[in-house]
């Protein structure tokens, strides 16, 4: 009964550990080929919107293969020391003549602790399964330790490395099931009757109803699991090591004051879609470490952008050794699908904007090249900062785009409000002595900036009364916390007349 068990166990964690596999490679690879989405029309809206949400997924199968190593782990330990007690005698005669057979060839024993010096810890640090059980699990701890958010953000290198494990996580498993400790009976000639025997031990081997019972460990099957995921994985790091190895060029690089580096790249057949990522490597840095930034600029444009905002020891050493970075990628996000809907609602916080700079200007582009293929028609943009400094690089996009719609009578194409959700008393001096100025005075921008956080209520009910039979697409580059708020509203303020307005949410990885 409990070797049934442990199969159940090795059965429902080998699912996981496949649905991981596949599920990690099917969404990482598919981002290159993230055109293909046009041909699947709303499906593929659906189908991307899932993927969209990988980590989430990444992270329930994760916490089911801590859940299922948990109860494997308890019922390994309990059967060992089952085992022993067994091969002591403390049990009834039918286990003790059991866990008494002899062995042919090492072959045919069903208790694996051979003699009553063979302790439970013993057989745990010698024996195939127990070593390799003893190391994948460790690894499985290290790697959900390190994932939690606060040593993440603040010493991400640890989260890096440590998650590498996997490798160790996975050869560990593969070997795990070479030790055959989870036994079964096998068919003799005669066969063994068990239910004329188990009452005869004294009969085995002896008459021919109850020849002795022989027993063999179940063949190792994880590698049939995880030999095809693993495979494309491989073959997907191959590609991106190779596409990383391209050469990059330096277009223009500009150190903004608020400490954010602005970098133009230029890299051969480098195909991009807006809101999307690219991992940037400094080998003077760290010649594994990859770290994922958003792209600034549009795929109208002859280059790439990121802006790289100063927070911790990488960026702060990447600003004085730039001229060494590797790049991979692209790799697609949900605010690809911005196209898809006819009105917009972009939401970024702090750096969270870059995103959408590269939104705004390829749906610019689009316009002034009159692309037949473009549906947006209204865009609604809200930035939420903590201080002035944060709007400084960004200012410079948006009164283009501010006077370039004033010259084309597009005015109202996009409607755009900033919020400084952080000031001084001196600050608050400062704007109301120019209050009655044309422009802003933190932005230089038509548009004056708000201070506080929005009424979303309120913005929600100003969108749908704009748009009463529009399909709304919300996106998010920000705190979890503001997403949840999103979410909500979404739900709340979409019609139940499908004729109505709906909204959509959407929210960035990282």
């Not at 166990?9 to 969404?27: E, G, H, R, T």
């Not at 096998?186 to 068990?194: A, K, L, Y």
């Not at 280059?303 to 790049?327: A, N, P």
Request: charged residues 20%; contains cysteine.
């Amino acid at each position: 009964m409990t070797s049934s068990w442990l199969d159940l166990q090795v059965v429902w964690m080998a699912i996981n550990i496949f649905l991981f596999l596949w599920f990690y490679f099917f969404y990482d690879l598919g981002d290159q080929f993230f055109y293909t989405r046009h041909i699947l029309g709303c499906c593929g809206r659906t189908m991307r919107k899932q993927l969209d949400k990988n980590i989430s997924f990444h992270k329930l199968v994760a916490y089911m293969i801590g859940l299922m190593t948990a109860v494997h782990t308890i019922a390994h330990l309990l059967n060992a020391e089952w085992y022993y007690n067994s091969r002591l005698g403390e049990y009834d005669d039918l286990s003790t003549a059991l866990s008494s057979l002899d062995d042919l060839g090492n072959t045919t024993f069903l208790n694996p602790i051979r003699s009553t010096t063979t302790t439970p810890t013993l057989l745990v640090f010698t024996s195939v399964a127990g070593i390799t059980g003893v190391i994948i699990t460790l690894s499985l701890i290290l790697m959900i330790t390190s994932s939690m958010e606060v040593i993440r953000r603040s010493y991400f290198e640890v989260f890096w490395f440590t998650h590498h494990l996997f490798i160790v996580f996975f050869a560990g498993l593969v070997i795990h099931g070479a030790g055959r400790i989870v036994r079964r009976q096998t068919t003799t000639d005669p066969p063994h009757n068990t239910t004329f025997c188990k009452d005869r031990i004294d009969d085995w081997g002896k008459i021919q109803e109850c020849p002795v019972p022989q027993f063999a460990g179940g063949f190792p099957q994880t590698w049939m699991w995880v030999i095809g995921p693993m495979v494309l994985y491989v073959c997907e790091r191959l590609l991106r090591f190779i596409r990383s190895m391209q050469t990059v060029k330096y277009r223009k690089i500009v150190i903004r004051p608020s400490k954010v580096l602005e970098l133009q790249l230029v890299k051969n057949g480098f195909k991009m879609g807006v809101g999307q990522y690219v991992f940037l490597n400094c080998p003077a840095i760290s010649q594994l470490e990859w770290h994922p930034f958003t792209m600034t600029s549009a795929p109208e444009e002859d280059f790439f952008s990121v802006h790289i905002r100063s927070v911790g020891d990488w960026t702060q050493k990447l600003i004085s050794i730039v001229e060494q970075m590797g790049v991979d990628g692209p790799f697609g996000t949900a605010s690809e699908d911005v196209f898809d809907y006819e009105v917009a609602m972009l939401v970024g916080a702090g750096i969270g904007v870059t995103p959408f700079a590269s939104i705004l200007k390829s749906i610019w582009y689009k316009f002034k090249d009159s692309n037949p293929k473009l549906r947006t028609r209204k865009i609604y943009f809200y930035w939420l900062c903590r201080e002035t400094h944060a709007f400084e690089w960004f200012a410079d996009l948006l009164q283009l785009l501010e006077r370039e719609m004033e010259e084309r009578g597009m005015g109202n194409f996009l409607t755009y409000k900033l919020y400084l959700t952080g000031w001084d008393q001196s600050h608050a001096n400062h704007v109301m002595v120019h209050a009655d100025a044309d422009t802003d005075v933190v932005t230089g921008l038509k548009q004056k900036t708000n201070y506080g956080r929005p009424n979303w209520d309120k913005e929600f009910e100003q969108v749908r009364k704009e748009n009463p039979t529009s399909v709304v697409g919300t996106f998010l580059c920000g705190p979890a916390v503001l997403g949840t708020v999103l979410s909500k509203k979404c739900v709340k303020y979409t019609d139940v007349d499908p004729r109505k307005t709906k909204f959509y949410f959407n929210k960035e990885n990282f």
